[in-house]
């Protein structure tokens, strides 16, 4: 069974940074691609980031293009994305998951497995 466990989420003041981490658990296949998304209330989920985990190519959405940086570890099924800048917009809950195999996109569609979500909330 997939798991993904997100963790890394808290309060930032704007202009603040922060790293959430993804932890993936269970049969993956040798390549796969990691999608990092958030949701604020309200709104419709938004996808963010996504790394190919074998080769770490990836992609971004122009609302974070810049500011929010993808990473991963092939070897602890490890996905980072570091995030600077951030703005009382930015306040969400991230979550990360898991793409169909051989799919490569920011849409949510395109996932199969998904974490629990993790808050980010920036705030003065």
């Known amino acids: 069974q997939v798991q993904l466990v997100e963790s890394g989420g808290g309060s930032v003041q704007p202009g603040g940074s922060l790293t959430i981490s993804c932890v993936v658990s269970?049969?993956?296949?040798?390549?796969?691609?990691i999608g990092w998304f958030r949701q604020a209330p309200g709104k419709e989920r938004e996808g963010l980031s996504c790394?190919?985990?074998?080769?770490?190519?990836?992609k971004y959405a122009d609302s974070v293009k810049g500011r929010f940086t993808v990473s991963s570890d092939y070897s602890k099924n490890t996905a980072y994305l570091q995030m600077s800048s951030l703005e009382a917009d930015d306040t969400a809950v991230y979550y990360c998951?898991?793409?169909?195999?051989?799919?490569?996109?920011?849409?949510?569609?395109?996932?199969?497995?998904w974490g629990l979500g993790t808050q980010v909330t920036v705030s003065s």
């Open positions: 998951a898991r793409a169909t195999a051989g799919v490569f996109t920011t849409t949510p569609a395109g996932y199969n497995y």
């Open positions: 269970g049969r993956t296949p040798d390549y796969y691609a």
């Open positions: 790394i190919r985990v074998i080769d770490g190519d990836t």
